[in-house]
């Protein structure tokens, strides 16, 4: 049924249909109000969950790992600052191949503190073997909750994963969503059958150490997982389409891509606001397309390459830095990789970190730049302050 | 052999946890200059060598970790700690 609900509400309604057996979370802006929806369910009994209340995000993550190893189905949520606070843990649990989802509101890093949006929080995670989903919208947002549990799940998978949406942008607001009913969800959505799990009566330990005769192994094992979640998640997407009626079948989707010789490529809330820009700029004649990526890890090489085939230039929307490296932002660079040798230039812009605004001005600005071969480099920067 | 996912295992005692993986260092004995003492059947913290019919010290090189206690201790010098490449 649709409905009119801020993000947030939306997520734990989710969630809550998810019936996770464990909640562990802490909280922080812009997360607060899913884990806040999520504790009034239990409290009220709408939801048969044990919600864990812990002194950190730390702590919030290592009782999930627990919970995950004794056999639950278990959530969090966090953004920022509390995401980096679980680093450790978060490499722990794709290491132990235990399915925890979690989502991610995504905030700047400090210092400075910012409250505000970008993605650097969880690029900054991108080698921790978890895989990452971006919402574009609030319904997309909420139908990535169910498909990443059916995907983490997956005894041919079993990896943790992010569902990654724009602090504020989209957990504050107020969208027309359908909230699936229950069955819907359950038909969609098996109970979980952990792989394996702690149990008294036939012990086991998880995450064991390697000596360097295994180790790397152990590594190549994860990384194969994590090649082989890119066909599940289209198969989970598939499948969500016929239980749905919305499909999510590719983990690129090309908008006004036919013909196109300048592309676009942004993850997230942007895309809105990139699409109504390259509508703008095809108005004007402008042969341009936007290539949104809804799943950055795993990385979609062959479908970027496959979408951006035939282009002149390529333009990548970055909402993260990575100091000090040439090209400036981490979505850029795995384009550029994606089409090495193909001749098409491909340019990083920095945009947006902090919660600055983009508006459809600035999307075609940075249209212009790749056009003329100028990039790699801050977009919108205000000169009088540097 | 292949790897349990995620690094799992069974709890178990060295026995069942092969600890030879672990060898830098492999001891090789003298068959000349050892006289049959028995004292690295002994001293072997991981009781891995046994003597064979003759005396002589046999390694087993699926639990030896390569400690050296062994050829340090051996009062005829017969046991070497050789590099192995793996």
């Known amino acids: 049924m649709m409905e ?21 979370a802490y909280p922080i802006t812009p997360q607060t109000h899913i884990v806040e929806r999520l504790a009034d369910f239990v409290a009220d009994g709408e939801m048969e969950s044990d919600y864990l209340t812990v002194d950190s995000e730390f702590s919030a993550l290592s009782a999930c790992v627990g919970a995950s190893a004794a056999g639950s189905r278990v959530y969090s949520s966090t953004s920022s600052q509390g995401l980096i606070l679980m680093a450790e843990v978060c490499f722990n649990a794709s290491g ?59 005894h041919n998978i079993l990896l943790p994963g992010f569902v990654c949406f724009d602090g504020f942008i989209l957990s504050h607001t107020y969208e027309p969503v359908d909230i699936p009913d229950q069955e819907t969800v359950d038909a969609y959505l098996p109970a979980f059958d952990p792989y394996q799990k702690l149990d008294a009566n036939d012990p086991i330990s998880m995450g064991m150490y390697a000596t360097p005769d295994y180790y790397m192994e152990f590594r190549y094992e ?11 998640i289209e198969d989970a997407g598939r499948a969500f389409g016929e239980h749905f009626g919305r499909e999510y079948g590719s983990l690129a989707e090309a908008y006004r891509m036919d013909d196109a010789d300048t592309a676009l490529v942004a993850m997230g809330s942007i895309c809105g606001t990139v699409k109504d820009a390259v509508d703008e700029m095809r108005d004007a004649g402008r042969k341009v397309g936007l290539l949104k990526l809804r799943s950055f890890r795993p990385f979609p090489k062959a479908e970027v390459a496959r979408a951006l085939d035939g282009v002149a230039a390529v333009a990548v929307l970055d909402k993260n830095i990575s100091p000090g490296m040439a090209m400036k932002g981490a979505v850029g660079l795995e384009v550029r990789d ?6 098409i230039d491909v340019y990083s812009y920095v945009i947006g970190l902090g919660g600055r605004d983009v508006r459809r001005k600035d999307i075609a600005a940075v249209a212009d730049l790749a056009e003329s071969g100028r990039g790699d480099m801050f977009y919108g920067l205000r000169e009088e302050l540097i | 052999m292949g790897l349990n996912v995620g690094c799992a295992a069974r709890p178990g005692r060295a026995r069942d946890n092969k600890t030879g993986s672990w060898r830098v260092f492999r001891p090789t004995v003298d068959s000349e200059t050892c006289k049959k003492c028995g004292l690295c059947v ?44 793996k």
């Open chain 2, 42 to 85: 002994l001293i072997c913290p991981e009781g891995c060598i046994r003597e064979d019919d003759d005396g002589m010290p046999v390694v087993d090189f699926e639990y030896c970790k390569g400690c050296g206690l062994c050829a340090e201790e051996c009062p005829a010098e017969a046991i070497a700690m050789e590099q192995e490449e």
């Open chain 1, 338 to 343: 994606a089409l090495w040798k193909t001749g």
């Open chain 1, 96 to 154: 132990m191949r235990l399915p925890i989802v979690m989502s991610i509101a995504n905030r700047a890093l400090g210092a400075p503190l910012s409250i505000w949006n970008d993605q650097q929080d969880s690029i900054a995670m991108r080698d921790s073997g978890w895989f990452q989903l971006y919402a574009e919208d609030v319904q997309e947002l909420v139908d990535y909750h169910f498909l990443s549990y059916r995907v983490a799940e997956d």
């Open chain 1, 4 to 24: 009119i609900m801020e993000g947030s509400h939306a997520v734990a309604e989710a969630v809550k249909r998810c019936r996770p057996g464990v909640v562990s």
């Open chain 1, 222 to 232: 994860l990384d194969r997982a994590m090649e082989r979640a890119a066909g599940a």
